[in-house]
């Protein structure tokens, strides 16, 4: 089969990928099309012996808000007693909230488990491997989401555990759900940013013959 498009193009699509922190709470597509980019990067993006541990709750509109109200709630208390970091992070809460949705990422422990009795010499290397498919999903959502007109910024609620218990309830996802990340999105309510500064190619890459 032929491939659909050059390589060249694949990764012009894949540069265009940035982090966009000024979002809008308005989408230029139907819920509909954005549940059918989801639904199209879950049905080929990779997983080690295809174990598929990945999964995807979409959030939109009013429900994203609210989401946001449960998180910055159950954040408060905590950054409140790191001096200086609740004063910081408060602005930004509110910009999250400002987007138009959230796609938020999790890994199955029970699909991960499973594996690990299925295929016992490599057991050890479930975890590791579940969290290299879930970030795979998250860079080809949020490519796909950019390409699509949307800003979107990621971002890892789970760093404190009694944020990750307060989302997992109120989006009613089972126990065994863990969370990875969540990606806001909306229309961009800035410009869309340059490339950043990278490292010289010659310390990030090597090649040998």
């Known amino acids: 089969m032929a491939a659909p498009i050059s390589t060249d193009q694949w990764l012009e699509g894949a540069k265009y990928r940035r982090t966009v922190y000024g979002l809008k709470d308005t989408s230029h597509v139907s819920d509909e099309r954005i549940e059918e980019i989801i639904k199209n990067v879950l049905s080929f993006s990779p997983s080690s012996y295809n174990t598929q541990p990945g999964r995807i709750t979409l959030v939109l509109g009013e429900k994203h808000k609210q989401l946001w109200d449960v998180i910055v709630a159950a954040f408060e208390p905590i950054l409140k007693g790191i001096p200086g970091v609740w004063e910081a992070m408060e602005p930004r809460f509110g910009a999250f909230k400002n987007a138009y949705g959230s796609v938020v990422f999790w890994d199955n422990q029970k699909t991960i488990q499973e594996s690990q009795e299925t295929h016992k010499a490599s057991a050890h290397m479930f975890p ?3 969290e290299h498919a879930n970030g795979m999903a998250q860079i080809l959502v949020w490519t ?3 390409l699509e007109g949307f800003g979107a910024n990621l971002q ?3 760093a404190a555990p009694p944020v990750e218990a307060a989302v997992r309830k109120f ?3 089972p126990d065994e759900w863990s969370l ?3 990606l806001n999105f909306g229309e ?4 869309h940013p340059e490339i950043p500064t990278k490292l010289p190619i010659t310390e990030t890459l090597t090649v040998l013959k």
Do not use: D, F, I, T
């Not at 961009?188 to 410009?191: D, F, M, R």
């Open 128 to 130: 590791q491997w579940s």
């Open 144 to 146: 796909a989401l950019e």
């Open 156 to 158: 890892h609620m789970g």
């Open 171 to 173: 989006l009613g996802v």
């Open 180 to 182: 990875r990340a969540n």
């Open 188 to 191: 961009k309510a800035q410009p």
